[in-house]
T-cell receptor, first 109, second 114 residues
Framework: KNEVEQSPQNLTAQEGEFITINCSYS?????LHWLQQHPGGGIVSLFM???GKKKHGRLIATINIQEKHSSLHITASHPRDSAVYIC???????????FGKGTHLIIQP | DAGVIQSPRHEVTEMGQEVTLRCKPI?????LFWYRQTMMRGLELLIY????????DSGMPEDRFSAKMPNASFSTLKIQPSEPRDSAVYFC????????????FGPGTRLTVL
């Protein structure tokens, strides 16, 4: 079964800082998702990656297939970015979709 | 589109009772997923359907859990009998074309089993 590790588990930063959240997995994958879970509990899909890099507004996601690693970056962070960010990977075969434990991000004004 | 719709939003029941959670995916989406989220285990995939057919139910915890998708616009997740350890938030999500596409999540059902 694919093991998905996220770091850091918790991150507190000041408004405007550049944020990086990391995700590593143990077995080759077909796709990786970054999800955002708001304090109210709702979940939004931010990115789906199978290779390379994607950008949406202030969010950038990258993946290195050879190193089995992905990063989520937030530029010019804002208090509204405060949320839990979750990495999830689709593995081949019967492993299905495996989730990381999430990174709890707090951006202070 | 209204997005993925789940009902009820909150459910409180007593141990041993049957619980049925409902989901309406986004129209035109071919895949539907059921997830469970707890503090201890985080998010877990329970089962997913493609064109109303269950594809992978290996995440369903035990025989007390069952899921059906009788048509493209409706799915149920049933727990019978319910136990306190089933208390969790249950999410439904759908994707348009493939299982790895962007997932659209419903608001979740918070289940409490007393």
């Amino acid at each position: 079964k694919n093991e998905v590790e996220q770091s850091p588990q918790n991150l507190t930063a000041q408004e405007g800082e550049f944020i990086t959240i990391n995700c590593s997995y143990s077995v080759g994958i077909s796709a990786l998702h970054w999800l955002q879970q708001h304090p109210g509990g709702g979940i939004v899909s931010l990115f789906m990656l199978s290779s390379g890099k994607k950008k949406h507004g202030r969010l950038i996601a990258t993946i290195n297939i050879q190193e089995k690693h992905s990063s989520l970056h937030i530029t010019a962070s804002h208090p509204r970015d405060s949320a839990v960010y979750i990495c999830a990977v689709w593995s081949g075969g019967a492993d299905g979709l495996t989730f990381g434990k999430g990174t709890h991000l707090i951006i202070q004004p | 589109d209204a997005g993925v719709i789940q009902s009820p939003r909150h459910e409180v029941t007593e141990m041993g009772q049957e619980v049925t959670l409902r989901c309406k995916p986004i129209s035109g989406h071919d895949y539907l997923f059921w997830y469970r989220q707890t503090m201890m285990r985080g998010l877990e995939l329970l089962i997913y359907f493609n064109n109303n057919v269950p594809i992978d139910d290996s995440g369903m915890p035990e025989d007390r859990f069952s899921a059906k998708m009788p048509n493209a616009s409706f799915s149920t997740l049933k727990i019978q009998p319910s136990e306190p350890r089933d208390s969790a938030v249950y999410f439904c999500a759908s994707t348009k074309v493939s299982r790895t596409d962007t997932q659209y999540f419903g608001p979740g059902t918070r289940l409490t089993v007393l």
